[in-house]
């Protein structure tokens, strides 16, 4: 991976003055490069990672696996564009293995959760749901540090 997207992936609010610095490039340089991977869809947006167990503690996270027969004329990308037009769905991808497509969905609610995958998914021959109980890192980011218990472990 280029240099200049290691440093973005890594942190996204570093100015292009801080950019130049560390590449050894001018400023210039490095804004020219941001514009034409923007303009190329290399880079599709900027986000902040959150630890959103501290903002909501009700919320919920799922993956679904899906198993689907795509129809003849469509194939799975018609049924991914589908899927990932609700509001819920926050990720789409087309795996290789015992499922088809693998969903990341949000929630307030398991119920809620539940009748997503019960109403609006509909007709695929099948799902399987696997509920987030801690998120630890995300995206290279650690979320959560573990307190180390010093009394140490006691085993029968």
């Known amino acids: ?4 997207l290691e440093l973005l992936k890594q942190n996204a609010r570093l100015s292009n003055h801080e950019l130049s610095v560390m590449l050894g ?14 303009k190329n869809g290399i880079i599709k947006g900027y986000s902040a990672i959150f630890n959103e167990e501290l903002i909501c503690k009700d919320c919920v996270i799922a993956f ?27 990720g789409v991808s087309l795996m290789s293995g015992a499922y088809d497509l693998a969903v990341t969905i949000r929630g307030t609610s398991l119920r809620e959760i539940a009748l997503f995958v019960s109403q609006r998914l509909a007709g695929v021959l099948s799902t399987a749901t696997h509920f987030v109980l801690q998120r630890y ?8 540090d573990p307190e180390v218990d010093e009394r140490g472990y006691v085993s029968p």
């Open 1 to 4: 991976m280029d240099s200049l």
């Open 137 to 144: 890192k995300d995206k290279g980011i650690v979320l959560f």
């Open 64 to 90: 679904i696996e899906l198993k689907v027969t795509p129809k003849a004329e469509y194939g799975y990308d018609d049924l991914a564009k589908t899927v990932m037009q609700y509001e819920e769905v926050e």
């Open 25 to 38: 490039k001018t400023e210039e340089e490095v804004a020219a490069a941001i514009k034409e991977y923007e």
